[in-house]
């Protein structure tokens, strides 16, 4: 009697192990399914070309765009590759040897996103032009176009600025899982365009400049590198009308004696070679204009009116760099 007394118990005991792994494994089952499902959850955004459905934190980036790099860095997110020529010379990226180097947008090596394998392309600006190329390089990636226009030839450039540095912002807050500080980052961009406006007197007359190779060039209301879409953003009236000003990234051409004659109350400087020159030869923008003689007796120079841009603006047009260029402009105007 308890010898089969004992063989029940054994084989109720065995029973009961089946039947909990049984139980562990469908759990088990059912929590692999979970992370299944979440590693395939994706967000719709919108880019230039329309709605792109992207994985969300998707692995193996390529960023493109110099208006993300920054984000990109201070949100900790990996890339594969990415254009160093093209970067600010600081960022961890472009030291990092394990991101790969994809080139200049000039003579891009468009093979390195392909050997990347990537799941996500950040395309925009610069890069713009090879967006076709790289979707078909490669299929299997999902190809957004962030690039917004603010030459002033499609809508007004100031509001296709702010609402372009929002838009883009937002949609990588939402790719990357980071949109409580993607919320911060529009936050301190919208009080420093608020700062920057009240800041200005409504009367002063400005002039915006880009110094590139010793030489200066004039960067129209409106269409103007980096400077031209703040005109209407904060109201400026400019001391200088050119016909037939564009968007060059040196400038249009101006002289000297026209900008003096100008007599501006402010100018406003982007230093080119401040972003992309390591040749010794390269002349500081501050250097340029201290050592004009034709320059020497405006009001914005004997009055200290001079605004430079952050020294990497030219390679890092991120949100973080206006918000920093929109307080110097504040704490300038104010002073």
Not at 245 to 257: L, P
């Amino acid at each position: 009697m308890k010898k089969n007394k004992f063989l029940k118990l054994t084989v109720l005991t065995m029973a009961l192990m089946v039947f909990l792994v049984g139980c562990g494994k469908a759990n088990n089952g059912s929590k692999d399914a979970e992370i299944e499902q979440q590693s395939v959850e994706s967000v719709v955004i919108k880019d230039i070309h329309g709605e792109v459905t992207v994985p969300i934190n998707p692995k193996n980036v390529v960023a493109l765009d110099n208006r993300t790099f920054e984000t990109l860095s201070d949100w900790d997110i990996k890339l594969a590759a990415a254009p160093k020529g093209v970067m600010p010379k600081d960022s961890p990226y472009v030291k990092n040897e394990s991101v790969q180097d994809i080139g200049s947008h000039k003579e891009p090596n468009l093979e390195v996103i392909a050997a990347v394998d990537p799941e996500l392309v950040i395309v925009g600006q610069r890069f713009s032009n090879y967006y076709e190329d790289i979707k078909k390089l490669v299929p299997n990636a999902v190809v957004i176009d962030l690039s917004f226009d603010v030459s002033g030839e499609n809508g007004a450039a100031g509001e296709s600025l702010v609402n372009g540095l929002k838009d883009s912002t937002i949609a990588l807050g939402q790719i990357f899982n980071k949109n409580d500080e993607a919320e911060k980052l529009i936050e301190n961009f919208d009080k420093s365009i608020e700062d920057a406006k009240s800041a200005y007197n409504g009367t002063d007359r400005v002039m915006s400049i880009v110094v590139s190779g010793g030489e200066i060039g004039f960067s129209a209301p409106t269409s103007g590198r980096v400077w031209g879409p703040m005109y209407e953003i904060f109201g400026w009236k400019s001391a200088l009308d050119v016909d037939g000003s564009t968007s060059d990234h040196k400038g249009d051409d101006i002289s000297v004696e026209a900008i003096a004659q100008s007599n501006p109350d402010w100018i406003f400087v982007l230093d080119r070679d401040a972003a992309t020159s390591s040749s010794e030869d390269a002349v500081p923008a501050q250097d340029v204009i201290d050592n004009s003689p034709a320059l020497k007796n405006i009001e914005a120079v004997t009055d200290e009116h001079i605004v430079y841009a952050p020294n990497d603006t030219y390679t890092n047009e991120s949100i973080q760099t206006y918000v920093e260029l929109f307080g110097d402009l504040t704490n300038s105007l104010t002073k």
